[in-house]
């Protein structure tokens, strides 16, 4: 690798206009207003799993066959079909799997018992699963054996665990919605490029997500009120912030309470 024709030193950092070649060909830079990216929507078949390893039999990228570098959006389970993103621009996967990026994904699914309205309101309730409750979600039967469930959450087989929680086995699993864009027209295998309007959705979604998670870490550690603030916000009764920092706040009382006791002591009797 060169640049400018020269070899340059650990760190270097390639600067605009900089002439940048590897085995000397030449590398260009990417276009600012990223119209060199690649944005694709996938009807991904049972039997695929979603991996950039090409060592790995049936992974996604060996499926699809794009002459570009693309990676998938989020994930879906060997098992599970569906709609799925991917594209060459590394940023926007980032913002988009950042926990506050929390959009409608939906799915439709297939079960090995008669479903009951008991089932259904339980899945739609919450279900405990990997130490935790499942968000509350919208659950509407649409056959005997055939929900449909739209999820805000993206945790580890979160469906198949939910159902098995309720003592049901998942047989089929589909997504076929991910905000307002459908798998509708995709037959099994096939993919598309994204749609200006379907890009302009996705990136107003993002628009104030953090690319990393030290940038979000950055933007929560801006965001935090001063003891000055607190006070006032005491003082209003804002009783969220109280639960909110409920374990700061016992600390806290715990230590002006040991603080009271020792100015006590040191204070002289009247």
């Known amino acids: 690798m060169t640049i400018n024709g020269v070899i340059p030193e650990l760190g270097t950092k390639v600067l605009p206009g900089d002439e940048v070649r590897v085995d000397g060909n030449l590398v260009k830079a990417s276009a600012e207003n990223k119209s060199d990216r690649v944005y694709l929507a996938y009807h991904k078949p049972v039997g695929i799993t979603c991996t950039t390893e090409r060592h ?9 066959g794009h ?5 998938p959006i989020g994930r879906l389970d060997k098992p599970s079909e569906g709609l ?3 594209t060459s621009d590394g940023d926007i ?3 988009i799997l950042r926990a506050e990026n929390a959009h409608d994904k939906e799915y439709i699914v297939t079960v090995d018992r008669p479903l009951t309205e008991r089932f259904i309101q339980a899945m739609a309730a919450g279900v405990p699963i990997l130490d935790t409750v499942t968000k509350p979600c919208t659950v509407t039967m649409q056959s005997k054996f055939v929900f449909r469930i739209i999820l805000t959450q993206g945790l580890n087989r979160q469906i198949r665990r939910m159902c098995e929680y309720l ?8 997504r076929s919605r991910i905000m307002s864009i459908r798998l ?3 037959k099994v295998g096939q993919w598309r490029n994204l749609t200006p309007d379907e890009m302009h959705e996705i990136n107003s979604a993002v628009a104030g997500s953090t690319k990393t998670a030290e940038d979000a870490k950055h933007k929560t550690d801006t965001a935090v009120p001063d003891k000055r603030t607190n006070h006032v916000a005491k003082r209003s009764g804002n009783r969220g912030l109280k639960s909110d920092r409920g374990p700061e706040r016992s600390q806290e009382k715990n230590h002006s309470a040991s603080s009271a006791k ?9």
């Open 56 to 64: 790995v039999k049936g992974n996604i990228i060996d499926a699809i």
């Open 67 to 71: 002459r570009e570098r693309i990676f």
């Open 84 to 86: 799925i993103f991917l």
């Open 93 to 95: 996967v980032n913002k």
């Open 167 to 174: 003592g049901y086995g998942v047989t089929k699993l589909k």
């Open 184 to 186: 509708a027209g995709l």
């Open 262 to 270: 020792t100015s006590s002591r040191r204070a002289p009797k009247r």
